[in-house]
Antibody
């Protein structure tokens, strides 16, 4: 059973950083790319970037360039997303997602989501 | 960036009736070399992550009921629920994966009339 399990909810102050983990199971971690998508209240889903688990190569949305870092630990079958310089607009549910098949950026499965709240 | 525009924002349909959701991309998502449309549809129920329904614009994901179908090509796409069931109440999103940044539509909320 393919599954992505994310770390728990976080509350952060403006200017801080947050790091969310995503543990994969049920498949060979290095076979499929992992992406991160967020959903802010009342906003559409927003793609943040992705990582190739084989070599660690990443690509980020221009919107988050310089603030987001996606990494992975292949020994733990886990991907991470770190977002820095947090502001209130970053309050959202953050999802890790797996590509459906290699090279096809349709997403299945999705992690359960991690709520990040940015508040002073 | 490719802008995805969905319509309507919401619709109310009687049980057993057809629901139709539209998605328009600001540029074509049809890749000429393989004649595939890089367009997918998701269903999101309250408190849950989105669930993949359709990819390549018209290929149903395994386990998705056949009352869900996708159609269209180029810039105009449609998700049809042929006979609405109570469990289909959700928000539906389209997404293009033709190029990065990957982009989503604003969502269409489907309710029971």
């Amino acid at each position: 059973h393919v599954q992505l399990v994310q770390s728990g909810a976080e509350v952060k102050k403006p200017g801080a950083s947050v790091k969310v983990s995503c543990k994969a199971s049920g498949y060979t971690f290095t076979t499929y790319a992992i992406h991160w998508v967020r959903q802010a209240p009342g906003q559409r889903l927003e793609w943040m970037g992705w990582i190739n688990p084989v070599n660690g190569n990443t690509r980020y949305s221009q919107k988050f360039q310089g603030r987001v870092t996606i990494t992975r630990d292949t020994s733990a079958s886990t991907a991470y997303m770190e977002l820095s310089s947090l502001r209130s607009e970053d309050t959202a549910v953050y999802y890790c997602v797996r590509e459906l098949v290699a090279g096809v950026f349709a997403f299945d499965p999705w992690g359960q989501g991690t709520l990040v709240t940015v508040s002073s | 960036d490719i802008v995805m525009t969905q319509s309507p924002d919401s619709l109310a349909v009687s049980l057993g009736e057809r629901a139709t959701i539209n998605c328009k991309s600001s540029q074509s998502v049809l890749y000429s070399s393989n004649n595939k449309n890089y367009l997918t549809w998701y269903q999101q129920k309250p408190g849950q992550p989105p669930k993949l329904l359709i990819y390549w614009a018209s290929t149903r994901e395994s386990g998705v009921p056949d009352r869900f179908s996708g159609s269209g090509s180029g810039t105009d796409f449609t998700l049809t629920i042929s006979s609405l069931q109570a469990e289909d109440v959700a928000v539906y999103y389209c997404q293009q994966y033709y190029e990065t940044p990957l982009t989503f539509g604003g969502g269409t909320k489907v309710e029971i009339k």
